[in-house]
T-cell receptor, first 113, second 114 residues
Framework: GNSVTQMEGPVTLSEEAFLTINCTYTATGYPSLFWYVQYPGEGLQLLLKATKADDKGSNKGFEATYRKETTSFHLEKGSVQVSDSAVYFCALSGPTGGFKTIFGAGTRLFVKA | NAGVTQTPKFQVLKTGQSMTLQCAQDMNHNSMYWYRQDPGMGLRLIYYSASEGTTDKGEVPNGYNVSRLNKREFSLRLESAAPSQTSVYFC?????????????FGDGTRLSIL
């Protein structure tokens, strides 16, 4: 079945450091891939998405590229801020998963001033 | 834009009590979901409703029931609460006809069972 594996956290960085959170997936066909972010006390919200191979999703300085050959969708940001401290979830949906979205376990990011 | 609204935001119950968590969305989405989030466990799907009039079990349905009241509303009921059901519960909705569309989440209900 479909699955998502992302790097375990927590990840602790200093402000302005480079961020990479690894995400790999297993799926039949060509799923859509997502990164969600969860700030303390809130629900998940969409950060970015990519719907086909080689697509790059981007938002708020974050980027991720849909790599079919390595089945990966790694999240990157060139210079993190304290306000980026949150939990990040990689996820996929379709085409064989029906109406469900498969989420990774989440990676907690702490950014120090 | 209200999006997905969950009520209540916090609740404390005693073991054996029952309660219903409410969820409503105003985005005309056909698919709705209930998850629980526990420390170190990520999100686990309890039940989902692909469309109005249908409901299906997710990974962890035991001890829960759901009702898709109409297209907007999807409630989660605990008939006899147990301490193991202490968790944060999230409702989500999506345009289920298109897998490219993301899920939209409410802010959660924090439930403690003593």
């Amino acid at each position: 079945g479909n699955s998502v594996t992302q790097m375990e956290g927590p990840v602790t960085l200093s402000e302005e450091a480079f961020l990479t959170i690894n995400c790999t997936y297993t799926a039949t066909g060509y799923p859509s891939l997502f990164w969600y972010v969860q700030y303390p006390g809130e629900g998940l919200q969409l950060l970015l998405k990519a719907t086909k191979a080689d697509d790059k999703g981007s938002n708020k300085g974050f980027e991720a590229t849909y790599r079919k050959e390595t089945t990966s969708f790694h999240l990157e940001k060139g210079s993190v801020q304290v306000s980026d401290s949150a939990v990040y979830f990689c996820a996929l949906s379709g085409p064989t998963g029906g109406f469900k979205t498969i989420f990774g376990a989440g990676t907690r990011l702490f950014v120090k001033a | 834009n209200a999006g997905v609204t969950q009520t209540p935001k916090f609740q404390v119950l005693k073991t054996g009590q029952s309660m219903t968590l409410q969820c409503a969305q105003d985005m005309n989405h056909n698919s709705m979901y209930w998850y629980r989030q526990d420390p170190g466990m990520g999100l686990r799907l309890i039940y989902y409703s692909a469309s109005e009039g249908t409901t299906d079990k997710g990974e962890v349905p035991n001890g829960y029931n759901v009702s898709r009241l109409n297209k907007r509303e999807f409630s989660l009921r605990l008939e006899s609460a147990a301490p193991s059901q202490t968790s944060v519960y999230f409702c989500a909705s999506r345009d289920g006809s298109n897998p490219n569309q993301p899920q939209h989440f409410g802010d959660g209900t924090r439930l403690s069972i003593l």
